[in-house]
Nanobody, 125 residues
Framework: QVQLVESGGGLVQAGGSLRLSCAAS????????MGWFRQAPGKEREFVAA????????YYADSVKGRFTISRNPAKNTVYLQMNSLRPGDTAGYYC??????????????????WGQGTQVTVSS
């Protein structure tokens, strides 16, 4: 079993930046893809970004493409989400997850088996 802990959230003005971290313990993240999702109040959880197990391929939701960057550091067993040019619409709880079912789409929550507790990002206008 793996435990995922997100950090780095906070309050930022529109146009600002934040870097989220997702640290894993209990099992290595090597060999597994990872993803970031977010959930705003009253809305469903939605896909934000994903990275393949070897870090060579990344995927992004259209709404964050060109502004967010997902990366991973295998030595630290950590995945990151660099968020630039933040907008009020990016306000949400952000969750990282480990992708356990590679045969399912990277953007589907059903392909992920372990989830963190989330970190709140609030972007003021």
């Amino acid at each position: 079993q793996v435990q995922l802990v997100e950090s780095g959230g906070g309050l930022v003005q529109a146009g600002g930046s934040l870097r989220l971290s997702c640290a894993a313990s209990g099992r290595t993240l090597r060999g597994y893809g990872m993803g970031w999702f977010r959930q705003a109040p009253g809305k469903e959880r939605e896909f934000v970004a994903a990275i393949e197990w070897n870090g060579s391929i990344t995927y992004y939701a259209d709404s964050v493409k060109g502004r967010f960057t997902i990366s991973r550091n295998p030595a630290k067993n950590t995945v990151y989400l660099q968020m630039n040019s933040l907008r009020p619409g990016d306000t949400a709880g952000y969750y990282c997850a480990q992708r356990l079912r590679q045969e399912l789409p990277y953007y589907s929550m059903t392909s992920y088996g372990y989830w963190g507790q989330g970190t709140q990002v609030t972007v003021s206008s």
